[in-house]
């Protein structure tokens, strides 16, 4: 599974090029967009409920994610009107990370408004990353697949783009099958992350089974 994924050429696109050219290939009837999330640190500067959380405003921070209902419905009525399907599988590494709390408390927003997002135990699918983690990529139909690149601070800076499609069919057939081994979103959230207390912002990971 994703066994030629790190061979694959690719072109890379700074920022500001890749969300154009994500922009173009969604309109041109790609009739689906798969997003795999496997990274358990990231910054999104820019973002307020992200910048809240980062400033330790646990409540802020969720009121913000709240207020995002109005674009995630404009978006998700786009997708209906473009016919293409989103779904996204939300790898999760125990103990749970401050950015990953948090950041399912924005994909519950989405789920609320019919977004259609899995979540899996990191352990699920460690008999598949012996010599590397799943990549973390945004897939449009057979047309173009994204692995979204980082820079060191953990920001998003662009991503490579690939336009193989024996690679792309590949990589979504991989997709395909955790996605299959995902839990829904709520079951997970309701067991796992609901009951957490805010987390802490020193660096260290949050929460625990069996600890609430």
Not at 13 to 21: F, M, S
Not at 89 to 111: K, M, S
Not at 150 to 179: C, P, Q, V, W
Request: charged fraction near 30%; proline fraction near 5%; charge should be negative.
């Amino acid at each position: 599974m994703f066994d030629s994924f790190p061979g694959g050429a690719s072109e890379r696109l700074e920022r500001p090029a890749y969300h154009a050219d994500l922009g173009r290939v969604y309109t041109s009837g790609i009739g689906f967009l798969n997003k795999l999330e496997r990274g358990q640190h990231f910054k999104e500067r820019g973002f307020p409920s992200w910048e809240a959380f980062a400033d330790g405003d646990w409540e802020r921070a969720l009121s913000l994610a709240d207020e995002r209902r109005e674009d995630y419905t404009q978006e998700l009525r786009q997708a209906s009107r473009l016919g293409v399907r989103h779904r996204r599988l939300r790898v999760v590494e125990f103990p749970v990370t401050p950015y990953v709390q948090w950041e399912l408390f924005v994909l519950r927003v989405r789920v609320d408004l019919g977004d259609d997002i899995k979540v899996i135990d990191a352990a699920d699918i460690s008999n598949i990353e012996h010599s590397r983690p799943v990549p973390e990529v945004v897939i449009l139909g057979d047309a173009v697949m994204y692995e979204v690149v980082y820079d060191e601070d953990g920001n998003a800076a662009g991503a490579k783009r690939y336009t193989d499609r024996s690679l792309i069919r590949e990589t979504n057939a991989g997709f395909d099958a955790l996605y299959q081994r995902g839990e829904g979103f709520r079951d997970f959230f309701d067991r796992e992350i609901v009951t957490l207390d805010p987390p802490r912002m020193s660096g260290t990971p949050t929460g625990c089974r069996g600890s609430r």
